[in-house]
Structure formats: structure tokens, C-alpha cells
């Protein structure tokens, strides 16, 4: 059997419960996985699971390499899992006698002319739509179970961050997309709020410019200095500094998923996408949806009339996010955790 998900790390983790649950109903069956450069390596040592890192920045000689991948191989079946006119395309050299994709109402670039059978439609929040892919091999998905491989060094790195004895917030402030990210200002008040009430304040991030300065105009907002790891771990270590913190602050993003599929609680930013959809799936009570004032705003429709997946990327969408919006979604959680543990 071949899936292929190409892209991007938040989707990777929302096709692992279902190849948790391809493994429980099929154990005999042998998985092979295609996808992105980055997410072969946050998938890096999934059990029971071949991983082919396809380049897709290397044009028609990354199809070649494919090809030659595959060694000639014809899979029974093919999960065709992206919409996207690049991953159609790929999966043209990949044989198979079933290929299942998409429903006839979300298909899109062409899709319909690579797959043979189709998943129903129903089902909103990605990870359920992607859930459905099960159901044409005769079983359903009716859990979420993720167990991301993490070496026992990244956790070990992890620990050595911070001190333990505070609550930890780790914020995690880009998006690959930059109209997704929130002002720096408005993250470094949340932050503020945070230490005020004696957490621990801890920044995390890639190495691109972007990234470094969002971090340095965060830190230069504040007036105590947060825990700053800008640009310093790898993405198994990522993985382990996200399950170690209490609550991870972050826009649409590949953390925000991460975050969630680690086991810990996510304070979601959420305007230019629709959390409902593509929000931390295990719980939302945390995370701020203005998804459905933008539609309003910048699209004169409402959310329910927009097409599945439609975005709204345009400047100044995020700024419909106020401090006291996300303040209120903090406080909830140390009320929350009070009440249940004697958090404070």
C-alpha cells in the first residue's frame, strides 16, 4: 500500500492516526509513505512504515528519482491524499490497481484524472477527512492515535531548556504563510501577562529571517527578557520541547499540530484559516477562531458559504485577534488546570 502526502508538516501529523489505524485493521500489510523532504524527517524512525523522501523542489529529475525509487513496484492500493496539481502529478508514476482519492466536491487540478475510486464527503476537520481513506479497505477510523517517534536524546535536550518548577508557555510565533502571523507586540503582551502570573516564557522557531525577526522584535516588546530558542533545535527536538511545555501559543501552523499530536494544550491563532477545520484537532477550547468574522470582513460571505479550505490571506486579517481575545483563552486554561490539579 502507498500514501502519498506530500505536504506540509501540520498535515503529516494528521496522516499518522491513519496509519495507526491502517496498522491495526491490516497488520500484515507493508506501507510505504511518499512525502516532503521535512516531513521524512519528523516521520524519521516511524514503526512498520517505508518513508521516500520526494524533493519537490528538484522538478521533473525529482520525479525521476521517484521513478527510480519505486524500482518498478505496483502497490494494490494508492492513497492519493493531496489535491494539489504537483501531487497529482506525481502520482502518475506511481502504479497501482486501486487509487483513492478525493470526493467529486473537494476535487480540484485535475485529481479526478488519477484516482479510479473516490471517499465519500463528509467530515470537516482535515484529520477526519484524511480518516475517511480508510473506509473503501472496509474500516472505519474512530480514534486518534498519533505516537510520533522521538528519540529519547531529543527529550533529554529538551529538558536541559528550561527549568522545571513554573509553568512553561512556549510560543511558536511564524507560519510558513506570513499573513498567518500575529504583531509582535501582541504576542510580547500575552508573554508579559504570562510572566506576570509566574510562568516561564519560552520562544521557538526555524532559522530563516523571518523567523529570528519575529523572536527579536518579540523580545524587544518586553520588558523581561522570555527563554529564547529561536533557531536551535531540530525537529525531533521541537517535538520534545512542545510535549514539555504546558501551553504552546501559535498561529496555523506545523507546531500547532505538533503540539497537539504530543499530547499537550494549544492556544491557537486562527483568522486567515478555519480552526474547525484545521485547528488542534484533540481540543479547541483554547484556541481563538476569528476565521468567521474574516470571511465577513474581507470576503462579504459567511464561513458556511466558503468553499472547504478556502482561505483568507489578505494584510491585517490576524490583527481581528486581540490581546484581550487571547489573554481571556489563557486565563481559561490556568482556571481550567486550577480547578483540576490545584495548577497555578
Given at each position: 500500500m502507498c500514501i502519498l502526502r506530500l505536504s506540509a508538516l501540520g498535515d503529516a501529523t494528521h496522516v499518522l492516526p491513519l496509519i495507526r489505524t491502517l496498522q491495526k485493521n491490516l497488520p500484515e500489510a507493508k506501507i510505504t509513505w511518499i512525502l516532503g523532504k521535512g516531513e521524512a524527517k519528523l516521520m524519521e524512525g516511524l514503526d512498520g512504515v517505508e518513508l521516500i523522501a520526494f524533493d519537490k523542489k528538484a522538478g521533473l529529475q525529482g520525479l525521476k528519482d521517484l521513478t527510480h525509487a519505486l524500482d518498478g513496484r505496483r502497490f494494490d492500493v494508492l492513497l492519493?491524499?493531496?489535491l494539489a496539481l504537483r501531487a497529482n502529478l506525481v502520482s502518475a508514476v506511481i502504479s497501482a490497481?486501486?487509487?483513492?482519492?478525493?470526493?467529486r466536491e473537494?476535487?480540484?487540478e485535475g485529481h479526478g484524472l488519477f484516482v479510479?475510486?473516490?471517499i465519500r464527503h463528509d467530515g470537516h476537520h482535515v484529520l477526519d477527512v484524511f480518516g475517511l481513506f480508510t473506509e473503501p479497505l472496509g474500516f472505519r477510523q474512530t480514534e486518534a492515535c498519533w505516537n510520533l517517534p522521538v528519540p529519547a536524546e531529543a527529550h533529554a535536550w529538551a529538558a536541559e531548556q528550561w527549568p522545571a518548577g513554573k509553568p512553561t508557555l512556549l510560543i511558536s510565533p511564524c507560519s510558513s504563510h506570513a499573513l498567518r502571523n500575529w504583531l509582535p507586540e501582541r504576542y510580547a503582551a500575552v508573554a508579559t501577562h504570562a510572566l506576570g502570573k509566574g510562568w516561564q516564557v519560552v520562544l521557538c522557531g526555524g532559522r530563516s529571517k523571518l523567523e529570528r525577526d519575529m523572536g527579536d522584535a518579540i523580545i524587544a516588546a518586553m520588558p523581561e527578557k522570555p527563554i529564547d530558542l529561536i533557531g536551535k533545535d531540530?525537529?525531533?527536538q521541537l517535538l520534545a520541547l512542545l510535549a514539555r511545555a504546558d501551553l504552546v501559543m501559535t498561529p496555523d501552523s506545523g507546531p500547532a499540530q505538533m503540539a497537539n499530536a504530543m499530547g499537550?494544550?494549544?492556544l491557537g491563532l486562527y483568522a486567515c484559516t478555519d480552526a474547525t477545520r484545521s485547528g488542534p484537532y484533540s481540543d479547541l477550547r483554547y484556541t481563538v477562531n476569528r476565521y468567521p468574522d474574516a470571511a465577513i470582513?474581507?470576503?462579504d460571505k459567511p464561513a458556511a458559504a466558503l468553499s472547504w479550505g478556502k482561505r483568507v490571506e489578505f494584510p491585517g486579517v490576524m490583527d481581528l485577534i486581540e490581546v484581550t481575545d487571547v489573554i481571556a483563552r489563557f486565563e481559561r486554561y490556568c482556571a481550567d488546570q486550577g480547578r483540576s490539579q490545584g495548577f497555578r
Open positions: 492519493q491524499m493531496q490497481k486501486r487509487r483513492i482519492g478525493y470526493n473537494r476535487a480540484k479510479n475510486e473516490r531540530t525537529l525531533k499537550s494544550k494549544v470582513r474581507f470576503l
